[in-house]
């Protein structure tokens, strides 16, 4: 039986080993296949949306719900928990009863949950949306890139549509940013809620008649044990390094949920030596490309969110820009990103995904070290403002190149798990990185002080990655 995908026409597969030269122009891609790629890229834009949109909203929104300070947190943390912790479980039952169906399902949770969301009377009602916008977002995000890697086949088409996903993707956080400021000042903190209402009536009733069915070919046995200790897990280990953001490494919730975070998750991979039908196929972890383009992924997410979120306080703190300025800086960030996520596909069909995501993070980790000259002068914003933005190109072809890097050469009937791991990887990449490196941002007792350690780690740590991944990845069988 084989897998109804109503995929393009097939293109041949692109061999690693073939010796890099001239990239050949990616094929044109029809009307319909267009139309299906702006439909999946459109729900990745929304969910990308929703991790920064309410950022600067916050305090608004706290006044006006009677939400402490200590509370807001959990506004953010709300949705971030089941967005990052059922990414595998849904990805992998996508793959078994129907990928298009989840899809669609995650969509009207998500449009739902923004509805109660933006209409939200007290605390409880506004984090219940959150919380179902996270669901939401876990079922949408691993169906939809299954969805595209397996209707646009291996090679030009397909790291041209990763491509345009990657740039949205990092377009929606950098945008949401800019639209939280501009909607809170003119409309109030629910308009940026209504915002997320507003895509989602937008994308769900074009998705039905575009979007192809597909699943594996055979329907095992969902894999229980696997799917209770690696979901428990991901919860647990987001929650902790969420709560360690406001309380400390110290706390002695964030460690009982550490420990068991960590317990969980060694506990999924022994029962998935045991099971039949594991949720995770151990044999994929193995292969060189998923484990270490997926490790350079984790980082490059972290750490450039990391960057982001430091500069933001040093703007405001430092430079004393109000939330719209510093949202206009990051503008820039958003327009060098979307010509970074049009250049990449034709860099990895020069150079190869492997090294185009090594080179990719070696010009992050430099141009993020640049922004150690940084001081009080005003000058600083255009020295921020064009090192972040060069970083963020850096950064976006190393999103692309590990989204190729670990999809490639994988059979359709796992692309829900390979593309499960690309955006668990994504989503707790985003969601790691602040709580991680932020409490250094307090160690040097000022914020510029605590500005600089940050990134000095950062740069380091995305140096250090770059040179596993490029040893990893150059290793033979």
């Not at 909607?183 to 994308?203: E, H, N, P, Q, Y």
């Not at 997410?301 to 949202?327: C, H, P, W």
């Not at 007792?445 to 500005?451: A, E, K, S």
Request: overall charge neutral; some cysteine.
């Amino acid at each position: 039986m084989a897998i109804d995908t109503s995929a393009p026409s097939p293109a041949a597969p692109s061999s690693p080993a073939a010796p890099p030269g001239p990239a050949a122009a990616p094929p044109k891609l029809s009307r319909r296949d267009t139309l299906i790629l702006f439909v999946l890229c459109a729900a990745q834009f929304m969910v990308a949306l929703d991790f920064s949109v309410l950022n600067v909203a916050l305090p608004v929104l706290g006044e006006d719900l009677g939400m402490s300070h200590a509370a807001l947190q959990w506004a953010v943390t709300a949705f971030a928990l089941p967005s990052g912790g059922f990414l595998l479980l849904f990805g992998r039952v996508g793959d078994l009863f129907g990928r298009r169906r989840l899809f669609l399902g995650g969509l009207a949770l998500f449009g739902a949950a923004s509805l109660l969301a933006t209409f939200a009377w007290d605390p409880a009602s506004f984090l219940a949306g959150r919380a179902l916008q996270g669901v939401g977002a876990a079922a949408i995000v691993p169906t939809g890139m299954s969805l595209l890697t397996t209707t646009f086949p291996e090679g030009p088409q397909r790291d041209r549509a990763l491509g345009i996903s990657g740039t949205l993707l990092s377009l929606g956080f950098t945008v949401g940013m800019v639209l939280g400021g501009v909607l809170t000042d003119t409309l109030g903190w629910r308009s940026t809620m209504g915002l997320l209402t507003l895509f989602a009536l937008i994308v769900l009733p074009l998705a039905p008649g575009l979007l192809p069915e597909s699943r594996t070919p055979e329907r095992p046995r969902l894999d229980l044990p696997g799917a209770v200790t690696v979901t428990g897990g991901l919860l647990a280990l987001i929650y902790a390094l969420s709560t360690a953001a406001e309380r400390g490494f110290g706390d002695t919730d964030v460690l009982v949920t550490l420990a068991a975070g960590v317990a969980l998750l060694a506990a999924f991979g022994y029962v998935e030596t045991r099971a039949a039908a594991p949720l995770v196929s151990l044999p994929m972890l193995r292969r060189r490309t998923v484990a270490w383009g997926n490790f350079g992924g984790l980082v490059t997410f972290a750490m450039m969110s990391t960057v982001v979120f430091v500069l933001t306080l040093y703007f405001q703190d430092v430079l004393d820009l109000s939330a719209f300025e510093t949202g206009l800086v990051f503008g820039v960030q958003g327009v060098v990103s979307v010509f970074a996520g049009m250049r990449a596909p034709k860099v990895i069909g020069r150079f190869g995904p492997h090294r185009t995501l090594v080179g990719s993070l070696l010009g992050q980790a430099l141009f993020v070290a640049a922004l150690l000259a940084i001081g009080e002068g005003a000058w600083s914003v255009w020295l921020a403002a064009v090192a972040v933005s060069v970083a963020s190109m850096f950064h976006l072809g190393a999103i692309v190149s590990y989204g190729v890097t670990v999809t490639s050469g994988v059979p359709d009937e796992e692309q829900g798990l390979a593309t499960g791991l690309v955006t668990s990887t994504q989503q707790v990449g985003l969601t790691i990185g602040i709580p991680v490196l932020g409490v250094l941002a307090t160690t040097g007792g000022d914020t510029l002080t605590g500005t600089r350690t940050v990134l000095a780690v950062d740069a380091a740590v995305v140096l250090l990655t770059a040179a596993l991944v490029a040893v990893g990845l150059g290793r033979r069988r």
